[in-house]
């Protein structure tokens, strides 16, 4: 007798797509708050007459939030392998809206003294539990869920998402800007943001609570499998866990230099003018945006070493004069087109990374094989990025910046050129006994 299940319409898997990602662009959101924000609330936490001082305590603790990340991706990884990734995704988004509140509500240094910026780090550790957790277990599920054909566009839109979010974050921005003073944004207006990223995820829970489970888990615990999302069974593919390794590596530092560092980056080095740089990340994302899914599609058809191989050998080449030339340009427009040539760059990476790093591994260790080494490798380089350029740019060594960042994706290049294509030996479709390990 045939249990398996009907296969679902493409309405169907589109809905699905659709509740897992919203979820994933208010995580993003309540977390790129922290870092478009930073600007006008350090010194409410953080006291100091030197402004870069402030920067480097926040972005410090930008970093602490990262370290949570391997062991949010751990202890979610295993969760959604044994128990759904469903539930995982449910848990993932209420600690993450919870830490939002808490800094929202949180008084400043001149109020609470030491506990301001106590309570500041605990909630940051909290969050960065809650999204190391959310990377593996959505990029797992939007890979199940992806009808085979169009893996590759559906898995993209967990950076879609992702970019919604920081886009979310920098249009509250943008509309702070115009409607309050700078007074008024540094004494109360940040705050804002926060509380709307907390109120957000009340819908975004009950999206998540109406998704479907994917039918590779629900076969799997049909199965009982009872190793699943065990570091013993993660551990047969070693192969597999420092191939995750190496295509994040350059990957996460190239995306968050060229995203989250580059604002302040134009604010403090090139010495443009807050509103206009926020203006000009807004742009550049959203064409990045739109770049995601065409990406994706384009890789569902040509492969996805191609355009990993675009995002290694771009951003080896091109990103020292990218960075160089943004720092003596005066004219906005110029380094619009210079934030838009990186993004585009490392979009050849973040539009794929999620299901590439999902074909390398079975159904019962497929989150935590994903998560676990990501979050790993973003919680040491990714995490940092912010607090090497600040530190660098202190020590009058910015410059070295750009070549660390174009090294790093010289090492991630050396990994795709070795890699197998892993679409043409996913281990998405196939059944839990024949999962053994394969050498990718």
Known sequence: ?????????????????????LGNMVEWFDWYVYASFAIYFSAAFFPSEDKTAELLSTAAVFAIGFFMRPLGSFIFGRFA??????????LSVIIMASGSLVIAITPG???????????????RLFQGLSLGGEYGTSATYLSEMASPKKRGFYSSFQYVTLISGQLLALL????????????????????????IGSFGALIVLWLRLTMEESDQFNDVKAKKEKKAGTLKLLFQYPRQFFTVVGLTFGG????????????????NTTGLDKKVVTLINFSALLIMLILQPIFGALSDKIGRKPLLLW????????TVPIFKLLSNTNSNFVAFLLMLAGVVIVSGYTSINAIVKAELFPTEIRALGVGFPYGLTVAIFGGTVEYVALWLRQASLESLFFYYVAAAALVSLI?????LETSESSHIDKPVENTTPEVH
């Open 252 to 267: 996460t530092i190239a995306f968050y230099a060229y995203t989250t560092y580059l604002q302040k980056f134009m604010i």
């Open 172 to 195: 509250v921005q943008i509309v702070l800007q115009n409607v309050l003073t700078d007074a008024q944004i540094y004494q109360f207006g940040w705050r804002i943001p926060f509380v």
């Open 81 to 90: 392998d044994r128990h759904g990734r469903r539930t995982a995704l449910t």
């Open 415 to 419: 990994v795709y050129w070795r890699m």
């Open 1 to 21: 007798m045939n249990t398996a299940p009907a296969p679902r319409s493409e309405r169907k898997i589109a809905t699905n797509i659709l509740k897992g990602s």
């Open 109 to 123: 240094y001149a109020t609470i003294g030491i506990w301001a910026p106590i309570i500041l780090v605990i909630t």
């Open 311 to 318: 995002f290694g050998v771009g951003g080896t080449v091109f």
